[in-house]
């Protein structure tokens, strides 16, 4: 008989915290419902960071009493993301000589190949929090996804490890906590992004996500099934609003709103003869009027810049990405934005909504959902049953979840 389980997705961005409430059957991704969403405004973090732990918690119970409300469901526990500039991905490369009968590759000699390839120097302040699997090779023969029975000699496993700021994983684990939460794992954010609006055949065939949200932007890159490249960026809509709060000189909620409303990410699609209305601080000066391409040119000038800093980070993963860019997050709804990244990448640039579900999915279908119905799509595949309410706090549960996530991360690549 089929088993149904609950599975909470928490996406604690820089703009928003979103709960989404998941209803699973045996882990299949087409038969999760969406059954509830809740988000808060997210003022506690900076850059993907938590800068200030009370504003954080509360703001993530108001965002759980949402989604509780919405589907009916009482929650105790959360996949969580994290992101944040102290994030980095490397990979890393192990050899062993294959040691059984007949040179047959053996479980304990990809064992042995991996733990080789993880045996880098991490630094005091520095924790590993995954380990992806790539690939292997034997001999010379590249590219082997499982080599348990072929034979060889020589037997090479490529892992990409990533690491974090100890510090900063744990205070946003506490932050969960908190706020009356148990954190069943932690995920790299554009992971989960990249499950939600990446099929199986694009990062077969080679894929980049960037996920642009008000205070990162997390770019990933996938080929042969597997993830080769991570990086996240310090930067986001949020440097849009600054600019253009700056330069129009209006606030910061003002900027947002006009550049939701008449924001473009490339001038030449702007009409050159329409004028938007500046609000003034305060609304006590006389309403001023610019032409709408002024605005447009503050944005083309900070997206240009990230958009080429997305394009060396392609660059820099070595990696043929045949599948495109895929550009995802809050910051992707902007006009123009496929547009004007067209031209820099020399491949086909898309925006990446979830991936149709179940349920309450018009609630959800929305780049700025990516993260979150991802962590439910992930979380969903590793669930096991539970009453959902295990409150587990302290040091030892953040020992527990950063093996958790080393376990679950290599089971599911
Ligand atoms: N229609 C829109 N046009 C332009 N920008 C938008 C639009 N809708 C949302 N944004 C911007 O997207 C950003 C928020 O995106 P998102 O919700 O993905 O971020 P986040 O997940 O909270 O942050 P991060 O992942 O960076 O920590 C904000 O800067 C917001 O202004
Ligand atoms: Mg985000």
Redesign the pocket.
Same mark, same amino acid.
């Given at each position: 008989m089929a088993i149904d389980n609950i599975v909470v997705g928490l996406?604690i961005?820089?703009?928003?915290i979103a709960v989404i409430i998941g209803n699973t059957w045996q882990g299949d991704p087409e038969k999760i419902e969406i059954r509830g969403v809740g988000t808060a405004p997210?003022r506690g973090?900076r850059r993907?960071i938590v800068v200030d732990m009370e504003l954080t918690t509360a703001a993530i119970r108001e965002a759980v009493s949402a989604a509780e409300l919405m589907s009916g469901v009482q929650i105790g526990s959360a996949h969580v993301g994290i992101?944040g500039g102290h994030i980095m991905g490397q990979t890393s490369h192990g050899i062993v000589a294959v040691s059984g009968e007949g040179h047959e590759i053996t479980q304990s000699d990809i064992d042995r190949a991996i733990n080789a390839a993880k045996a880098v120097a991490i630094p005091a302040d520095r924790e590993e929090i995954m380990s992806l699997r790539q690939r292997f090779k034997v001999d010379n023969q590249d590219g082997i996804k499982d080599p348990i029975g072929m034979s060889g000699v020589r037997l090479e496993a490529y892992v990409h490890i990533i690491t974090g700021a100890v510090g900063a994983v744990k205070n946003l684990t506490t932050c969960v906590n908190d706020a009356g939460m148990a954190v069943e794992s932690v995920v790299l954010?554009p992971i989960a992004s990249a499950e939600s609006v990446l099929n199986s055949e694009e990062r077969l065939i080679g894929v980049a996500l960037a996920?642009i %949200? !008000?205070?990162?932007t997390d770019t990933v890159v996938y080929k042969d099934g597997a993830l080769r490249h991570t990086e996240v960026l310090s930067i %986001? !809509?949020?440097n849009l609003?600054h600019d253009i709060a700056q330069l129009l000189k209006m606030t910061p909620d003002d900027a947002?709103q006009l550049?939701?409303l008449k924001?473009c990410a490339l001038v030449d699609m702007v009409d050159p003869s329409e004028t938007i209305q500046i609000p003034t601080v305060g609304g006590l000066h006389r309403p001023q009027f610019v032409p709408r391409e002024f605005l447009a040119e503050i944005i083309q000038c900070r997206m240009e810049e990230t958009l080429n800093l997305i394009y060396q980070e392609i660059k820099k993963s070595g990696v043929d990405v045949p599948a495109g860019l895929v550009l995802t997050?809050?910051?992707s709804?902007?006009n123009g934005m496929v547009e004007l990244a067209e031209p820099v990448f020399p491949c086909p640039v898309r925006v990446g909504y979830p991936r149709p579900l179940k349920g309450l999915i018009d609630k959800v279908n929305s780049p700025?959902y990516a993260?979150g119905v991802g962590l439910v799509m992930l979380g969903s595949q590793n669930h096991h049953m539970t009453d959902g309410k295990s409150f587990i706090k302290g040091e030892d549960r953040f020992n527990q979840i950063l093996s958790q996530m080393k376990n679950w991360f290599s089971d599911y690549f």
């Open positions: 996406d961005g820089t703009s928003k997210s973090l993907g992101a954010e996920d %949200g !008000g205070g990162t %986001g !809509g949020d609003t947002i550049k939701h924001g997050g809050g910051t709804l902007m700025v993260t």
